[in-house]
């Protein structure tokens, strides 16, 4: 059984996984599947607000304290 720590590292799993298809063989290695369907899982980026976020529309900032 995972902790809350360890259940907040899974999308970062589902990444490497999927980055590590695209550097090697896509037969290889590890893939992370929906246990109901089959299909495999991918990762990607969403604000808070709900949208999906492409590279192109992020931005990084520094946070300042108030």
Same mark, same amino acid.
């Given at each position: 059984?995972?902790?809350? @720590? !360890? @259940? #907040?590292?899974?999308?970062?799993?589902? #990444?490497?996984?999927?980055?590590? =298809?695209?550097?090697?063989?896509?037969?290889?290695? $590890?893939?992370? $599947?929906?246990?109901?369907?089959? !299909? =495999?899982? +991918?990762? !990607? $980026? +969403?604000?808070?607000? !709900?949208?999906? $976020?492409?590279? #192109?529309? #992020?931005?990084? @900032?520094?946070? @300042? +304290?108030?």
């Amino acid at each position: 059984m995972l902790t809350d @720590r !360890g @259940r #907040a590292l899974f999308p970062l799993l589902v #990444a490497l996984a999927e980055w590590g =298809r695209g550097q090697s063989s896509p037969d290889k290695g $590890v893939e992370f $599947v929906h246990a109901d369907c089959g !299909g =495999r899982l +991918s990762a !990607g $980026v +969403s604000c808070d607000h !709900g949208h999906d $976020v492409p590279l #192109a529309e #992020a931005e990084a @900032r520094i946070i @300042r +304290s108030k």
